[in-house]
Each structure stands twice: as C-alpha cells, then as structure tokens.
T-cell receptor
Framework: QQQVKQSPQSLIVQKGGISIINCAYE??????FPWYQQFPGKGPALLIA?????SEKKEGRFTISFNKSAKQFSLHIMDSQPGDSATYFC????????????FGTGTRLQVFP | DTGVSQDPRHKITKRGQNVTFRCDPI?????LYWYRQTLGQGPEFLTY????????KSRLLSDRFSAERPKGSFSTLEIQRTEQGDSAMYLC?????????????FGPGTRLTVL
C-alpha cells in the first residue's frame, strides 16, 4: 500500500531538451503529490506539487501531470538546463492532518550543454 | 536564514557509542519530521511531531532510537549503541505555516558515519 515506484533511475538529456520522470503509487489515500529536487550534500527541496482535483499544474519550466485512475504522476522539465542536474524524488503523501511523505527511489538527471 | 537548521552537519562515531542530533524547524511551524536517507535511496520516514506530541513512529525506529521535541520547538534525535547500519543522512523537515500547510521544508541533514 505504501510502495512508490519511480522511473527512470537515471536520465541524460541535452540542454534545451525535455526531461520526463514518472511515479507510480499504490495507496489510494494519498492526496498530495509533490516532486522534490536534491543536490549533492543538500536536503530535498520542494519543486512543484499537485492535488488530485486537477490533472496538470505548470510552474515555469516544470509541469506535473496527474492520472488518478492509473495512480501515476509525472514531472516534465521543459528546456532542461545544466543547472537542473540533480536527483528528483516523487514523494506522495497525505494532507493537512496526517503525516509522512513516501519517497520514491529517485531519478538522477544529468543535463549536458 | 530562516530555514530548517540541523546540527551537527557531520558526525563520525565508533560502533556502540551514543549520538544526538538537533533540529531547529522554521519558526512557528508546528509539525516536525525526521527522515533517514541512505546512499542512492530516497528519504525514509522515521517519526513525526505535532507541537510536542510524537504522533507517529516508523518501524524503522528501533528501541535504540528516541526523539523528543520539548516545548514544541527544536527536536533531538538520539541513537544509542550505534551500529554500522545506522550510517546514513538524517534529515529533519518542518511544516505547518498558515499558507502552505503541507509543504515540508527540509534541513541540510546530519551525515552520520559509524566506524
């Protein structure tokens, strides 16, 4: 019920390209779907998050697409830049009164100039 | 800087020793979380406080681990009789401000190495 599967494990993209990372979950009680970005030696930082009442959310170059029936959500990074090179985690969780985030295993993104 | 802070940033200890980590959350955040992250993995939930009450503990949190949050402000995580398997990054996060109650803001972590 708590399992979160993330793919791919690693991704190499040329500068200006589109990076796509996918996340599949099992727990239908999840109602908060964030993506976190982590640089080496740093803690994770929230990149973008979505609630299940919408199917897509865009913030700048970052877009989340959410498919409730398939229990999947994805992160799209448009016009990928070398500064986007980091590890990305999906981390679905509960809402206000609950609790923990369940992190995926991460996707290491490398953007080459 | 008003973010989450953790101390120390790095800790090297010998097997069997006790260690204690401190986390200072963002001011006025009422929820505080501890996670553990091993190399190449995502963070795993350990425990969670709302104010001073510890509301949930993971099965990962063995009897050797104890966490406190006296007065609902900073928190400490103690590991007794450390084992080599305890080597990891220990992350603290806080949430609960009035505008974005679900966003968890993470600190830089404490990297523990048990020799």
């Amino acid at each position: 019920q708590q399992q979160v599967k993330q793919s791919p494990q690693s991704l190499i993209v040329q500068k200006g390209g589109i990076s796509i990372i996918n996340c599949a979950y099992e727990n239908t009680a999840f109602d908060y779907f964030p993506w976190y970005q982590q640089f080496p030696g740093k803690g994770p930082a929230l990149l973008i998050a979505i609630r299940p009442d919408v199917s897509e959310k865009k913030e700048g170059r970052f877009t989340i697409s959410f498919n409730k029936s398939a229990k999947q959500f994805s992160l799209h990074i448009m016009d990928s830049q070398p500064g986007d090179s980091a590890t990305y985690f999906c981390a679905p969780g509960g809402s206000y009164n609950t609790d923990k985030l369940i992190f995926g295993t991460g996707t290491r993104l490398q953007v080459f100039p | 800087d008003t973010g989450v802070s953790q101390d120390p940033r790095h800790k090297i200890t010998k097997r069997g020793q006790n260690v204690t980590f401190r986390c200072d959350p963002i001011s006025e955040h009422n929820r505080l979380y501890w996670y553990r992250q091993t190399l190449g993995q995502g963070p795993e939930f350990l425990t969670y406080f709302q104010n001073e009450a510890q509301l949930e503990k993971s099965r990962l949190l063995s009897d050797r681990f104890s966490a406190e949050r006296p007065k609902g402000s900073f928190s400490t995580l103690e590991i007794q009789r450390t084992e080599q398997g305890d080597s990891a990054m220990y992350l603290c996060a806080s949430s609960g401000d009035l505008t974005r109650t679900d966003t968890q803001y993470f600190g830089p972590g404490t990297r523990l190495t048990v020799l």
